[in-house]
T-cell receptor, first 114, second 114 residues
Framework: GAVVSQHPSRVICKSGTSVKIECRSL??????MFWYRQFPKQSLMLMAT?????????EQGVEKDKFLINHASLTLSTLTVTSAHPEDSSFYIC??????????FGEGSRLTVL | GENVEQHPSTLSVQEGDSAVIKCTYS??????FPWYKQELGKRPQLIID?????GEKKDQRIAVTLNKTAKHFSLHITETQPEDSAVYFC?????????????FGKGTHLIIQP
């Protein structure tokens, strides 16, 4: 199947700093990628849809100025958590459509804000 | 928007027995229903999916059934094995998993007792 790679897998930062997470489709082009957030022992919550060459579409309740999404190429989307706070600590996962309708997920990035 | 309910939240079965997880969805326009298996700290892995033009799909020990009228779908795992222990998520999508992100159920923690 298609491969989606996410980096970094783990990141620890101080409160008030910004963190960037990258999501890459390695063997296919993805005009659309999705960013999810998962708290411990909970489900995946869709945060936003990343669209190549245009603005991301955010789900209700997700602050677009807090979670900056850039989809500058057909193989790369980035999520930047700005001015991170401890409540932003979570598991962030991206996904992309591999062209067959199936969504492939990245490995996930565990963010810990101290 | 779409709302997906999943039951039970925890399911414990004896090794070799069958396990059934049930989901309901709210939007009759949804047409793609995948099931994901997620091990602790790892990415969700697609195990089986079904589209609205099909009532049942089977892949070895795993099967999924869909009742469009009642808007519910179920995952059936037969002859359960210890490696089946994980969290399972159902999901629904309006556009076949392509253009839209998935709406996930809350997950079922499946425990296989030896």
């Amino acid at each position: 199947g298609a491969v989606v790679s996410q980096h970094p897998s783990r990141v620890i930062c101080k409160s008030g700093t910004s963190v960037k997470i990258e999501c890459r489709s390695l063997d296919f082009q993805a005009t659309t990628m999705f960013w999810y957030r998962q708290f411990p022992k909970q489900s995946l919550m869709l945060m936003a849809t990343s669209n190549e060459g245009s603005k991301a579409t955010y789900e209700q309740g997700v602050e677009k100025d807090k979670f900056l999404i850039n989809h500058a190429s057909l193989t790369l989307s980035t999520l930047t958590v700005t001015s991170a706070h401890p409540e932003d600590s979570s598991f962030y996962i991206c996904s992309a459509n591999g062209g067959t309708g199936e969504l492939f997920f990245g490995e996930g990035s565990r963010l810990t804000v101290l | 928007g779409e709302n997906v309910e999943q039951h039970p939240s925890t399911l414990s079965v004896q090794e070799g027995d069958s396990a059934v997880i049930k989901c309901t969805y709210s939007d009759s326009a949804s047409n793609y229903f995948p099931w994901y298996k997620q091990e602790l700290g790892k990415r969700p892995q697609l195990i089986i999916d079904i589209r609205s033009n099909v009532g049942e799909k089977k892949d070895q020990r795993i099967a999924v059934t869909l009742n469009k009228t009642a808007k519910h779908f179920s995952l059936h795992i037969t002859e359960t094995q210890p490696e089946d222990s994980a969290v399972y998520f159902c999901a629904a999508s309006l556009s076949g998993g392509g253009a839209d992100g998935l709406t996930f159920g809350k997950g079922t923690h499946l425990i296989i007792q030896p």
